[in-house]
């Protein structure tokens, strides 16, 4: 079984899409296997996305992430990688598949909703990032 790491970013906390997120998750079968609710500070958020340190958008993103609390869950299924980033839609809103989380409600190419793991690799390190072993059900 496969896992990935979700985040409702500050601004779907704020905008109060905590529930519509989950519902899609739940709604396609996708189990989650552990959750909580942080509030990063500028240094953590920078570590999180040290893969994007150096590009222009690293220092507004690391500001925004740091901004207000998130949601981390890990998410458990077949595929769920690759089924999760369906669910989030393209980085970019205004190339997300309608109907899909951003799509439907992301305004801005960074305040975007929602995090994905884009990969096992990548999985691993973020769900290791947040949780213990203990915390994953
Ligand atoms: N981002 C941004 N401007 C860009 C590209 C990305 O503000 O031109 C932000 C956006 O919040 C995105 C995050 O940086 O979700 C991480 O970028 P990535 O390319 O990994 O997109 P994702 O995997 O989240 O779809
Ligand atoms: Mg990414």
Do not use: C, Q
Request: glycine share 10%; charged share 30%; no cysteine.
């Amino acid at each position: 079984m496969e896992h990935t790491l979700s985040i409702i970013k500050p601004d779907g906390v704020s905008r109060g899409l905590v529930g519509e997120v989950i519902k899609r998750f739940e709604g396609i079968g996708i189990r989650i296997v552990a959750m909580k609710m942080l509030h990063l500070s500028k240094e953590e958020a920078e570590g999180f996305y040290g893969v994007h340190r150096g590009k222009p958008f690293f220092d507004s993103l690391t500001n925004f992430m740091s901004s207000g609390p998130i949601v981390v869950m890990v998410l458990e299924g077949e595929d769920v990688i690759r089924r999760n980033r369906e669910l989030m839609g393209a980085t970019n809103y205004k190339e997300a598949e309608p109907g899909t989380i951003r799509a439907d409600f992301a305004r801005d190419i960074e305040k975007n909703i929602v995090h994905g793991s884009d990969a096992p690799e990548t999985a691993a390190t973020e769900i290791a990032y947040f949780f213990s072993k203990l915390e994953i059900m």
